[in-house]
């Protein structure tokens, strides 16, 4: 929360040598390494905790992000995906998975997650608008990143 990431990453790796099954202290140090940027170490993390806590949805989006920043799409939208049965009911999954595909040029698939979204939460603008936008396109490509919505905080 400081902003103190060497700190506290050595506080997890010490907390992962005294107790190496911890899955919190993973998940964490997972956090610490995607706020550092260190996509592949953060998806290592992340794989260690969805291994030990499969039904950890937020552990799917965290990896997916990861993998997403890395451009591997394919294994961002598989994450989503997991995540998404994980909890039907998460509109930010659906609005992530749609942003990836629109990464990934597949705007036909990012309008299906828009639409799944708009079915659990109709008055979405945001959702809306996109929609509209990305059916109206005569030759859709794909979205700048600066379109694509954040993060979310792991916590």
């Known amino acids: 929360m400081q902003k103190q990431l060497d700190p506290a990453l050595a506080d997890f790796d010490k ?10 202290a993973r998940r964490f140090r997972g ?7 260190e996509w592949q170490k953060a998806i290592d993390d992340y794989t ?20 997403r920043s890395l451009k591997k799409f394919k294994e961002a939208i598989a ?19 749609s942003a990836t595909h ?6 036909k698939s990012a309008v299906t ?4 979204l708009l079915k659990i939460k109709p008055d979405d603008v945001e ?19 600066a379109t694509a919505p954040a993060a979310a905080s792991p916590h």
């Open 102 to 107: 629109m990464m990934a040029g597949d705007n």
């Open 79 to 97: 994450d989503y995906t997991k995540a998404i049965a994980i909890d039907p009911k998460d509109v930010d999954g659906y609005r992530r998975r």
């Open 31 to 37: 956090f610490v390494f995607s706020s550092k940027s």
């Open 127 to 145: 959702a809306q608008k996109l929609v509209k936008a990305l059916e109206a396109a005569p030759n859709p490509s794909p979205a700048p990143a």
């Open 113 to 116: 997650d828009l639409h799944a």
């Open 48 to 67: 260690v905790v969805i291994q030990k806590v499969p039904e950890d949805g937020g552990a799917y989006e965290r990896r997916a992000f990861a993998y």
């Open 15 to 24: 907390a992962l040598q005294i107790a190496p099954n911890d899955a919190n």
